[in-house]
């Protein structure tokens, strides 16, 4: 077999359908890591994550026979990581009415918009704060780093509904980070700032 880089993952998923499980623990380590990036950014907390990321990861093992390759591997995993973040979601609102936890999250090797903007604890909270419908576009656009197409398939909504959402959602981050432009080291809006 091919090392991990020179296979494609549809390749991949061919020989996983067939039963090679060499092929499959490749899959699943290959995208592993924006899996686990997505549901935690869904969830909002490292606990909620890891149990959305290893349903996902069991769902997408199940159901590789499934998996008819009318979208690439990647999108239809991220659309299995963005349902069980979401059943995770519906799970802890059941399990109890707390709020959710805003302990800092692991260094991760993809980046995101808490990494450039240097506060990740700040911009936990705000997608926490944000609607399900915003929330979910956003992420998978700026962490999956999926294309417009590919989160409206996720989604199962028109193209256009997925830019406004995301566009919705990014104008309620700004006004959400923008509440603390006065903290130090962040520097604030005015005439003479862009």
């Known amino acids: 077999m091919l090392p991990d880089v020179e296979q494609p993952d549809a390749a991949l998923v061919a020989a996983a359908q067939q039963g090679d499980r060499t092929a499959m623990e490749r899959l699943l380590r290959r995208h592993h ?29 199940r159901n590789i026979g499934r998996f ?13 990581a ?7 979601l519906r799970r802890r609102r059941r399990r109890s009415a707390e ?15 808490g990494e450039i903007l240097g506060d990740r604890d700040l911009l936990t909270s705000a997608l926490a704060a944000l609607p399900e419908e915003f929330r979910v576009p956003v992420v998978l ?23 406004s959402r995301i566009a919705r959602a990014r104008a309620q981050l700004a006004a959400l980070l923008g509440n603390h432009e006065g903290r130090p080291g962040r520097p604030t809006s005015g005439p003479d700032r862009p």
């Open 33 to 61: 890591p924006r899996i686990t990036a997505v549901c935690r950014r869904l969830t909002g907390n490292d606990a909620d994550a890891a149990d959305a990321a290893q349903e996902a990861m069991i769902l997408i093992v």
């Open 68 to 80: 008819d390759g009318r979208s690439s591997f990647g999108t239809w995993a991220y659309r299995v």
């Open 99 to 113: 709020p959710l936890d805003d302990a800092a999250l692991p260094e991760r090797s993809v980046p995101d918009a």
């Open 141 to 163: 656009r700026d962490v999956a780093d999926l294309d417009y197409a590919e989160i409206a398939e996720v989604l199962s909504i028109p193209v256009g509904t997925v830019k």
């Open 82 to 88: 963005t349902n069980s973040s979401l059943d995770e």
